[in-house]
């Protein structure tokens, strides 16, 4: 990976404006958040390879060397704590953004999925680490499968994890991928650091939502619910009409989302 090329194809200010780049790691996440103190605001940490690399809920993200893009951004937005699992929603729409840009369609699953063809191609990991009370660091890893083959997939992903190669039918530039998610990110999140506001990232969520119209299972830490989703609300919840009539809007970030009939099954 050449920072060089990165560069040429960046315009942010300051997001991806300090690379910290490793052959290998347990998880940019984990780096990231080690580092998140002394570094400056918009940093990134960047592995060609993960060999613990993390989904949520201590689930496995599989980063296989060089195939991929997996990458932490530190921020230090200074808002109050409970707008912040929202930045999930600037990390999606970044990307959705990026392959757009890129002629790939693609579409969002709530709040932290991209999906090409009903197979997941991207995960993005929220995480916050506090300091003490009033001073904290996001750091939102982005996690894309650019090249992989289908033999770099477990059995298990096989069936709900693509790649864009896979999909394109040719290898996509990694470099060029990174600097259009960077330069997407930082458009999205400047207006949400300055005011809070995320309505741009919300648009773009709503209106390439995979989910919307389609009956769900929404499974907390002790219960399992179906019911169909009605929309993305202007604060980035998904709203979902229950088999009672009963409507509820679910806050990022406390749920998991499965699709019925084995269908987006992450
Ligand atoms: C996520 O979790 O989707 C968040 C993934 C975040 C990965 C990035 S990579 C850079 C940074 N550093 C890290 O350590 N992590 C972040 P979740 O929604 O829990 O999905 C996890 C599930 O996705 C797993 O249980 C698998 O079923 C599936 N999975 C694992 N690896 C995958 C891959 N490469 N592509 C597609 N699906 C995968």
Redesign the pocket.
Known sequence: MKKIDLKSYLTTNFIGRSIEYHESIS????RAKEVAESVDEGTVVIAEE?T??????G?????PKGK?L???LVLKPGLEVERLPKITLIGAAAVYKALRGMGIKSHIKWP??IVIDG???????TEMIFKNKNTYYVIV???I?VN?DKKD?TE??KN??TSLKLVKGQKIDRIRLLAHVLNNFEKLYIPFKERGDISEAIKISRENSILTGREVKIIRASEEKVGKVLDIDNEGQLVVKYKDGKIEAIFSGEV?IRGMEGYL??
Do not use: H, P
Request: hydrophobic share 30%.
């Open positions: 998880s940019t996440n984990t993960q613990m690399g993390k989904g949520r809920l689930r496995n993200w599989t980063s991929g997996w990458f932490s932290n999925d197979k997941k191609v991207c995960g993005i990991l890893g982005i996690g499968n992989l997939f298990e992903l709900k994890a998991s099954d992450n």
